[in-house]
DNA sequence: CAAAGTACTTTCCCCACTGGAAAGTACATG
DNA sequence: CATGTACTTTCCAGTGGGGAAAGTACTTTG
């Protein structure tokens, strides 16, 4: 029941989340989204890519260099287990951290 | 759409939950259910209690001195929001992250 | 009565981690 | 060539967590 320290981090909670809500997020859009600063985002996406929860692909917007995050299956089952978990810690006192 | 780190450590987690589900209860069943050392317990269990979240009450079984927690009210306020945090976080956003 | 045990609390110490700033990289544009 | 974009990496504190060990305040035991 413990709680993987890759994803518990707020930071990284936050970037999962929305990976998990998409198929991919632009770099932008997660920095803006969480209102982080560039080195920061860099540095917890490469933790997960190194964690092997997120694929991070590089490629081009014109002539505009962009990258793209999302997560690995590895990445999915691992946030979906840290839900679980979070839910069984919780859970004793009644709330829920999913709807339904 | 902050996650109160007061109560985001694993440790304190987990103590805020066990308390939330109960009245009240023993160190020695919090320290045990958690499996922590009796110092890891007392120095979360203080920091909780600075924050407003836990009340600590001694008392005595028989001649034996014995310490039981409990969740304030606004411990509890606080552990629900943290919950509902958690869930406007985890729950699939439904916002398009694919930009045009 | 001294030694040992209970039930924690506090101190000590170290390591891991986090975030921002700043510098660096690579390529494109004016 | 200087500037700008889009990151990445380095540098640099500050925080915080955990265990071990020592401390506190009694109580029990030999």
Redesign the pocket.
């Known amino acids: 029941m413990e709680l993987d ?2 994803i ?5 909670l936050q970037i999962v989340s929305v990976l998990a809500a998409a198929e991919e997020a ?3 859009f997660v ?1 803006d989204t969480l ?13 997960l890519e190194t964690a092997g929860y997120v694929r ?1 692909r ?1 490629g ?9 995050f999302s997560l690995t299956e590895q990445g999915r089952s691992a946030f979906a287990e840290y839900v679980r978990n979070l839910q069984k810690i919780v859970s004793p006192s009644g709330l829920t951290v999913l709807p339904g």
Do not use: M, Q
Not at 8 to 12: D, I
Not at 35 to 47: E, Q
């Open positions: 320290p890759v518990h981090a707020p930071t990284r632009e770099f932008g920095r209102g982080v600063s560039d080195s920061v985002l860099s540095k917890h996406a490469s933790a991070i590089k081009y917007v014109g002539k505009r260099p962009r990258t793209w």
